[in-house]
């Protein structure tokens, strides 16, 4: 008999965990189009971003067992001012980790915090083709805003971006 997986916690990132969340990421930079990034992040441009988030742009990672196996964020959506109040959410799921209700929590928790925080609207831009991110964020109550066509080239093909908008307040 197996013993269960043990449930995965979130918390707020540390600069101790920046070479984990690289190192997802870094998984599907070379064979996945959940991320348009060609080349692998370095770790200083990884510190570089996580400088850029603040109290209104947090940084979560999941765990199991004590390991990191996910991250969540909350950027910035645009420079420009007047987006301000407008958030998008990234997600990334190791794979030995993905089915166990991660992503679900993952979303939950910045879907709270982007309230709490005061901000009015989620934004997600998401590979035509991942149908999980798709669906996750659906299930969550996004909609879908707009179809951009052949806007990335990656892996030798055109690829569609979905975006998907969640109105926090209104």
Known sequence: MSTPTPAPILR???????EAINEIYNHFVGYCTCTYQEKPESIEDRRH???SHDAQHPVLVG???GKVVGWASLSRFHARSAYRYT???SIYIHPIAQ????GRMMI???IRRARALGHRSMVAGIDALQEGSLALH???????VGHLKQVGFKFGRWLDVIY????LKG
């Open 108 to 110: 939950e928790e910045l």
């Open 49 to 51: 971003w996580f400088a």
């Open 63 to 65: 765990e199991i067992d």
């Open 12 to 18: 707020d990132a540390t600069p101790d965990d920046l």
């Open 138 to 144: 659906e299930r969550a109550g996004f909609v879908r």
């Open 164 to 167: 998907m908008q969640l109105e």
């Open 87 to 89: 958030v998008e959410d």
């Open 99 to 102: 089915g166990k209700g991660l």
